[in-house]
């Protein structure tokens, strides 16, 4: 079955370490998106890439990091986590067809930082 | 400024009757306009989207939505909700390209037997 995947599930770490977080999609889409979901439920984009570039690129601090080595794939680095950091980080895959713009979830990572 | 606005943050029902979710937006240009439902400890699933045409849009598990320019306005509506429809509802809005998506804050939908 096609999706968009996340690793890891749940991360818990101190202020001040590095993690990464993992996005695939096997839709075949051309845009992907990292969002941030605060303990309010709240949703912030935070990146979208096209085929692999840029395009937005949100008021985020400069520890956040976007990485994509492919069209399927799309990675997230922090390296040197606050306490404002926990949140869940939803990273999600479109193509646009001439009805607009229909995204698809992975489960989300769960960030702690303690 | 590009805003969605969900008005309720909670609304509670029981199972059977009716149901409308208000969303409201604030938008420059060519909008396209979703529903997606997030279940507890999930991402978010994708209910239904207008961008043109006919006004009112059907979507999965019977829920509808209807636009309306004047009101600025893109409420969800479902005629019978299950115990099931319990979740979060969010609204979301985008312009042309769809890589800059604004979500509203919410609405949380609890279905009471």
């Known amino acids: 079955e096609t999706a968009v995947f996340q690793t890891p599930n749940y991360h818990v770490t101190q202020v001040g370490n590095e993690v990464s977080f993992n996005c695939k999609q096997t839709?075949?889409?051309?845009?992907m998106y990292w969002y941030k979901q605060d303990s309010k439920k709240l949703l912030k984009i935070m990146f979208s890439y096209n085929n692999k570039q840029l395009i937005v690129n949100e008021t985020v601090p400069r520890r956040f990091s976007p990485q994509s080595s492919d069209k399927a794939h799309l990675n997230l680095r922090i390296k040197s986590v606050e306490p404002e950091d926990s949140a869940v980080y939803l990273c999600?895959?479109?193509?646009?067809?001439?009805?607009?713009?229909?995204?698809?979830f992975g489960p989300g990572t769960r960030l702690t930082v303690l | 400024t590009q805003t969605v606005s969900q008005s309720d943050a909670h609304v509670t029902v029981f199972e059977g009757d009716s149901v409308e979710l208000r969303c409201n937006y604030s938008?420059?240009?060519?909008?396209?306009l979703s529903w997606y439902i997030q279940h507890h400890g999930r991402g978010l699933q994708f209910l239904l989207k207008?961008?043109?045409?006919?006004?009112v849009v059907q979507g999965v598990n019977g829920f509808e939505a209807e636009f309306s320019k004047s009101d600025s306005s893109f409420h969800l509506r479902k005629a019978s909700v299950h115990w099931s429809d319990s979740a979060v509802y969010f609204c979301?809005?985008?312009?042309?390209?769809?890589?800059?998506?604004?979500f509203g804050s919410g609405t949380r939908l609890l279905v009471s037997p």
């Open positions: 979301a809005a985008s312009g042309t390209g769809g890589y800059k998506v604004v």
């Open positions: 207008y961008y043109s045409g006919n006004p």
């Open positions: 938008y420059g240009g060519s909008i396209y």
């Open positions: 839709l075949g889409h051309d845009t």
């Open positions: 999600a895959s479109s193509n646009r067809d001439w009805g607009g713009y229909e995204q698809y």
